[in-house]
């Protein structure tokens, strides 16, 4: 049995799902004029910019893509070429999104359709990246990445997470807040 190099990775695009189904669901609310707490959007974009972003697509871009590149998946014209791109989208949803609950909450009006349309463009580029990634991208690590190098990764992995300790359960802590907000 190989070290596994993507069970860590699997978990955390469980979290970062919890937070995207918040967000549609919340913006479907917004939408039929229920949902009006722009900072649900700002705290989001904060844990999708360093939850989604700096940790798991960091691990992913710095060190599990690198290791796939290293291993003779080319760079370019790739799967891997394919999902750094969506990553760059994703961060183009959350810029835009930023900006207009930014504005939402400063009191402008007429931000509500560029909110839902970034939210609901982001949510649905990560939940197209993350099956991809699931079903296709890390099984196929699994089966070629070798047995020598795999417990490099997962201490690399571990040393990230050093570095941003008590990021997973502050994230954690927010997404089951506004689970609960939700709920009631
Ligand atoms: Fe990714
Ligand atoms: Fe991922």
């Known amino acids: 049995m190989k070290t596994d190099i993507t069970q860590v ?6 979290l970062i799902l919890r937070m995207i189904t918040l967000v549609e669901k919340n913006t479907e609310l917004m939408e039929q004029g ?5 900072q649900f959007y700002l705290d989001a974009v904060e844990f999708i910019r360093n939850y989604a972003d700096r940790f798991h697509h960091a691990k992913e871009e710095d060190l599990l893509f690198s290791a796939l590149v290293a291993n003779g998946m080319p760079a370019k014209q790739s799967p891997i070429e394919a999902m750094l791109m969506e990553h760059d989208q994703g961060r183009s949803f959350v810029r835009n999104m930023e900006e207009a609950a930014q504005k939402a909450l400063s009191g402008e009006i007429g931000q509500i359709p560029g909110i839902a349309e970034n939210a ?16 296709i991208l890390y099984p196929l690590a699994e089966r070629v990445l070798p047995e020598e190098g795999r417990d490099l990764l997962v201490a690399a992995y571990a040393e990230v997470g050093e570095r941003m300790s008590g990021l997973e359960e502050r994230y954690r802590e927010r997404v089951e807040r506004y689970e609960r907000q939700l709920a009631a």
Request: charged share 45%; proline share 0%.
């Open 120 to 135: 609901k463009g982001y949510a649905a580029l990560l939940r197209g990246h993350i099956d991809k990634e699931d079903k």
């Open 9 to 14: 990775m699997v978990d955390e695009h469980k």
């Open 34 to 38: 229920g949902f009006r707490d722009w």
